[in-house]
């Protein structure tokens, strides 16, 4: 059975659908009363661990918003489960064992992430069944650096010090880390694809807590082995799939995070969708960019501010519609639903005439 709406994967693929496709990060989640009313049963690691649930929370907000794309509902860090890392979800992320010195580097244990964290792929296929070709899914995880950060930092971090001692302190060790690491998400990312996700993307919610600089040095070189060897892979009897590179605080490092030749690059709430076009040409396809903070305002506001954003993608190859970064739990979905109707209203640019030879 073929897609009954390609629109999201046809704009990945530098094509101009009929209209704008939209989808959100975090679209499956607790701003809507129905999850919450799952999650009230179930711990959150249990729900991701559990093939239907996962695949029930993920299907729900294609049914009362419209995206144009399902999201796989999963964690980017339960790929520690192929490491014999611990992870608690307090709601946030801790690590009770934190990875900061070389022996804790050294005797990581690398495993297998198709293998071991099968309940990922069991979901993948169960989502696959429950969307029935409506819309693509999309699969996903932390870019080597996210990762790493919360591996070294034990949780999120105002100021990353334990992740930057380790960088200026130890270089040659943080690098080891990161190319394993790498290593590791392609595995588990290449198993989500072969399990039947659409298209896929890495998430660096981390990479604005360093500066250009180090960021250049100490991160480029690993996302780009990561999308690269992604990229390379192509499923049985499938199109390859797309990959999407979203980098959170990335105003000052969009120039380099576009050299790595993601098919999509996601752009955050922090710059201007025009300005971030000129930075990374027209030639490229790009996703977002609306300040999730924007749909706690009146419905108006959301409708002006979706479509100027809109207009603004028109001047790139093609253009996906998202939040600049994770909606908010406090989201009214009805705000969401405004938002989403607001990008399908929008008029889009025309499919570009290629020259004749």
Same mark, same amino acid.
């Given at each position: 059975?073929?897609?009954?709406?390609?629109?999201?994967?046809?704009?990945?693929?530098?094509?101009?659908?009929?209209?704008?496709?939209?989808?959100?990060?975090?679209?499956?989640?607790?701003?809507?009363?129905?999850?919450?009313?799952?999650?009230?049963?179930?711990?959150? !690691?249990?729900?991701?661990?559990?093939?239907?649930?996962?695949?029930?929370?993920?299907? =729900?907000?294609?049914?009362?918003?419209?995206?144009?794309?399902?999201?796989?509902?999963?964690? *980017?860090?339960?790929? +520690?489960?192929?490491?014999?890392?611990?992870?608690?979800?307090?709601?946030?992320?801790?690590?009770?064992?934190?990875?900061?010195?070389?022996?804790?580097?050294?005797?990581?244990?690398?495993?297998?992430?198709?293998?071991?964290?099968?309940?990922?792929?069991?979901?993948?296929?169960?989502? #696959? /069944?429950?969307?029935?070709? /409506?819309?693509?899914? *999309?699969?996903?995880?932390?870019?080597? +650096?996210?990762?790493?950060?919360?591996?070294?930092?034990?949780?999120?971090?105002?100021?990353? !010090?334990?992740?930057?001692?380790?960088?200026?302190?130890?270089?040659?060790?943080?690098?080891?880390?990161?190319?394993?690491?790498?290593?590791?998400?392609?595995?588990?990312?290449?198993?989500?694809?072969?399990?039947?996700?659409?298209?896929? =993307?890495?998430?660096?919610?981390?990479?604005?807590?360093?500066?250009?600089?180090?960021?250049?040095?100490?991160?480029?070189?690993?996302?780009?082995?990561?999308?690269?060897?992604? =990229?390379?892979?192509?499923?049985?009897?499938?199109?390859?799939?797309?990959?999407?590179?979203?980098?959170?605080?990335?105003?000052?490092?969009?120039?380099?995070?576009?050299?790595?030749?993601?098919?999509?690059?996601?752009?955050?709430?922090?710059?201007?969708?025009?300005?971030?076009?000129?930075?990374?040409?027209?030639?490229?396809?790009?996703?977002?960019?609306?300040?999730?903070?924007?749909?706690?305002?009146?419905?108006?506001?959301?409708?002006?501010?979706?479509?100027?954003?809109?207009?603004?993608?028109?001047?790139? #190859?093609?253009?996906? +519609?998202?939040?600049?970064?994770?909606?908010?739990?406090?989201?009214?979905?009805?705000?969401?639903?405004?938002?989403?109707?607001?990008?399908?209203?929008?008029?889009?640019? #025309?499919?570009?005439?290629?020259?004749?030879?």
């Amino acid at each position: 059975m073929s897609l009954q709406n390609t629109s999201f994967l046809d704009a990945c693929r530098g094509h101009r659908p009929e209209r704008t496709p939209v989808w959100l990060m975090r679209q499956a989640g607790r701003y809507l009363p129905e999850y919450r009313a799952i999650r009230a049963k179930v711990s959150f !690691l249990e729900l991701c661990r559990t093939p239907e649930l996962a695949a029930e929370v993920t299907v =729900q907000p294609i049914d009362r918003l419209g995206v144009d794309a399902a999201i796989l509902f999963s964690d *980017i860090l339960v790929v +520690f489960d192929a490491m014999d890392v611990a992870v608690e979800f307090k709601p946030g992320p801790v690590l009770p064992q934190p990875v900061r010195t070389r022996a804790d580097i050294e005797g990581l244990r690398w495993g297998d992430p198709v293998a071991e964290v099968s309940y990922v792929m069991d979901a993948v296929r169960a989502c #696959k /069944r429950a969307l029935a070709d /409506r819309v693509p899914l *999309i699969g996903f995880c932390g870019a080597p +650096f996210t990762t790493c950060s919360y591996l070294i930092e034990g949780g999120g971090s105002r100021d990353f !010090l334990e992740v930057k001692k380790l960088i200026f302190s130890a270089p040659e060790l943080f690098r080891q880390l990161m190319a394993n690491m790498s290593a590791l998400l392609a595995d588990y990312l290449i198993g989500q694809i072969d399990a039947g996700v659409d298209a896929v =993307q890495i998430f660096d919610s981390w990479a604005g807590a360093l500066g250009p600089r180090d960021y250049v040095e100490h991160v480029l070189p690993h996302t780009r082995a990561l999308v690269e060897r992604v =990229q390379a892979h192509v499923p049985a009897g499938r199109e390859r799939v797309p990959v999407i590179l979203f980098a959170r605080g990335n105003a000052n490092l969009l120039a380099h995070t576009a050299t790595i030749p993601a098919d999509v690059l996601g752009v955050d709430w922090s710059i201007g969708m025009s300005e971030a076009i000129d930075i990374v040409g027209p030639e490229r396809v790009v996703q977002g960019n609306l300040d999730p903070g924007v749909l706690l305002g009146p419905k108006a506001l959301i409708h002006a501010r979706a479509q100027e954003i809109v207009a603004a993608g028109a001047r790139a #190859k093609a253009h996906v +519609f998202n939040l600049g970064h994770g909606i908010s739990r406090v989201t009214d979905p009805e705000h969401a639903k405004a938002m989403v109707d607001a990008v399908h209203e929008a008029p889009t640019a #025309k499919p570009r005439r290629h020259a004749r030879l």
